[in-house]
């Protein structure tokens, strides 16, 4: 049984305020993607499902990669949505109910079974970096 992690992080400075995301995936201890991107206005938690929403994109793009993979876990800092996405925990604002929803979604067009975990934001410093490297780039400008 082959697993992909896929860590993923967002934030927002001033919540809602200007937000970023940051995705690292692996093969192993192997980065096959990383990505950090400025996405706007927003408070944490839509940053942390854009980051998840964006981490399936390119899953869904590069799926002839994921042959050999039959689990994707993702793993990220916030229980909540970790707790949302595993279906432990109603989701009871619309707007996040509707991400959630996109999310799911995606999930279906992948062949591989998907696990979400919360992990503390010590394991997660990839992701987190990526985050506050796209919020300093926008705060230069």
Do not use: C
Not at 11 to 20: K, V
Not at 95 to 110: D, F, G, P, R, Y
Not at 111 to 131: C, G, M, Q
């Amino acid at each position: 049984m082959k697993k992909l992690k896929v860590y993923t992080d967002g934030g927002a400075r001033g919540n809602p305020g200007p937000a970023g995301i940051g995705i690292v995936i692996k093969d192993g201890k192997k980065t096959v993607f990383s990505h950090s991107d400025y996405i706007g206005q927003a408070t944490n938690n839509i940053a942390e499902y854009q980051a998840i929403s964006k981490a399936f994109d390119w899953l869904i793009k590069n799926r002839n990669l994921l042959a050999n993979f039959d689990h994707i876990n993702f793993y990220l800092d916030s229980l909540l949505i970790a707790s949302q996405l595993s279906g432990r925990y109603k989701i009871k604002a619309p707007h996040l109910a509707a991400l959630a929803i996109a999310i799911k979604n995606k999930e279906k067009q992948l062949p591989a079974k998907i696990s979400y975990h919360h992990i503390v934001r010590a394991k997660n410093t990839e992701a987190d970096v990526l985050v506050n490297q796209a919020l300093d780039r926008i705060a230069k400008n």
